[in-house]
């Protein structure tokens, strides 16, 4: 009896390729984490800090304005489902990709800054957000979300009818898991940050999202010293506004010991951290 041998040979590559493929994508980027995974993503001159669960759950804290950047970003992750997304204040830098990432990705809630926008790209988010009836709510100092299993934000600020404006109204998380912290400070310049200070919340955190981008109106040696941060994270494109500053780079380092874990997304792009019980470990975003 003849056997089509040669008609079977040609297969095993294919065979192979397609295992080696499935291996692959088991290691990469859709695997499960064994813990939080936070990136920051860089998105230019603005902020964006994605959140991802050991089960699959998708936060993101600020859109950033390069839609593209950041939806090629979530598409390469393989997020999914967007649990909550927090807006910290009306900037675009801080949320104009918001109506793209609506087109591509479900989100369930939306928690809107006190600050109000009369800016059309402001006031035309709004109107998708009311199109699609979206959830959504304004967060408050002393506001806890329970966002399953050990992932808690706490909202520190800002309080209700807080006497300041702007950048000041930015609204700051502080991220806990596992016994880690990560604090997420939108734009808040020294006037927020003393506001907070007076407060008396506890503000340690393992990593700081450094606020306003480095600039110089933030970032006073009171607050960093506060939160003692083990990694400092700058969202900037220096060649915009100069940012960071030397002078919150100067704070930072006073604070920090030095500047080697100062990490910037100008030079180091899209920076992210995996944590859990056993500690804080920075991780190739692209893996």
Same mark, same amino acid.
């Given at each position: 009896?003849?056997?089509?041998?040669?008609?079977?040979?040609?297969?095993?590559?294919?065979?192979?390729?397609?295992?080696?493929?499935?291996?692959?994508?088991?290691?990469?980027?859709?695997?499960?984490?064994?813990?939080?995974?936070?990136?920051?993503?860089?998105?230019?001159?603005?902020?964006?800090?994605?959140?991802?669960?050991?089960?699959?759950?998708?936060?993101?804290?600020?859109?950033?304005?390069?839609?593209?950047?950041?939806?090629?970003?979530?598409?390469?992750?393989?997020?999914?489902?967007?649990?909550?997304?927090?807006?910290?204040?009306?900037?675009?830098?801080?949320?104009?990709?918001?109506?793209?990432?609506?087109?591509?990705?479900?989100?369930?809630?939306?928690? %809107?800054?006190? &600050?109000?926008?009369?800016?059309? *790209?402001?006031?035309?988010?709004?109107?998708?957000?009311? #199109? !699609? =009836?979206? @959830?959504?709510?304004?967060?408050?100092?002393?506001?806890?979300?329970?966002?399953?299993?050990?992932?808690?934000?706490?909202?520190?600020?800002?309080?209700?009818?807080?006497?300041?404006?702007?950048?000041?109204?930015?609204?700051?998380?502080?991220?806990?898991?596992?016994?880690?912290?990560? %604090?997420?400070? &939108?734009?808040?310049?020294?006037? *927020?940050?003393?506001?907070?200070?007076?407060?008396?919340? #506890? !503000? =340690?955190? @393992?990593?700081?999202?450094?606020?306003?981008?480095?600039?110089?109106?933030?970032?006073?040696?009171?607050?960093?010293?506060?939160?003692?941060?083990?990694?400092?994270?700058?969202?900037?494109?220096?060649?915009?506004?100069?940012?960071?500053?030397?002078?919150?780079?100067?704070?930072?380092?006073?604070?920090? &010991?030095?500047?080697?874990?100062?990490?910037?997304?100008?030079?180091?792009?899209?920076?992210?951290?995996?944590?859990?019980?056993?500690?804080?470990?920075?991780?190739?975003?692209?893996?």
């Amino acid at each position: 009896m003849f056997f089509p041998i040669l008609r079977i040979v040609p297969l095993f590559p294919v065979l192979c390729t397609c295992f080696l493929m499935s291996c692959n994508l088991a290691g990469g980027p859709g695997k499960r984490a064994n813990g939080l995974r936070v990136y920051f993503v860089d998105v230019g001159q603005g902020d964006a800090c994605v959140l991802r669960t050991p089960e699959n759950r998708w936060y993101i804290y600020d859109i950033g304005n390069e839609e593209r950047t950041l939806i090629a970003f979530l598409r390469h992750v393989r997020a999914d489902t967007l649990q909550a997304a927090v807006i910290s204040h009306p900037d675009l830098d801080h949320f104009g990709a918001f109506p793209a990432l609506l087109h591509d990705f479900p989100v369930k809630k939306v928690y %809107l800054p006190e &600050g109000t926008s009369t800016n059309p *790209a402001w006031l035309g988010m709004i109107r998708d957000l009311d #199109a !699609l =009836a979206v @959830d959504r709510e304004t967060l408050y100092a002393g506001d806890i979300l329970a966002w399953g299993g050990p992932l808690t934000a706490r909202v520190l600020w800002p309080q209700p009818h807080a006497s300041l404006s702007g950048n000041d109204l930015s609204t700051v998380l502080r991220i806990e898991y596992a016994g880690k912290r990560i %604090l997420l400070t &939108g734009d808040i310049e020294d006037a *927020a940050e003393s506001a907070i200070l007076g407060e008396g919340f #506890a !503000l =340690a955190a @393992d990593i700081l999202k450094v606020a306003h981008h480095g600039s110089r109106t933030s970032s006073s040696l009171a607050f960093i010293a506060a939160v003692r941060p083990s990694w400092s994270v700058i969202s900037c494109d220096s060649t915009v506004y100069g940012h960071p500053h030397v002078e919150a780079l100067a704070d930072l380092a006073v604070v920090m &010991g030095g500047e080697e874990r100062i990490l910037r997304t100008d030079r180091e792009g899209t920076i992210a951290f995996e944590l859990d019980g056993d500690g804080v470990r920075r991780i190739d975003p692209w893996q």
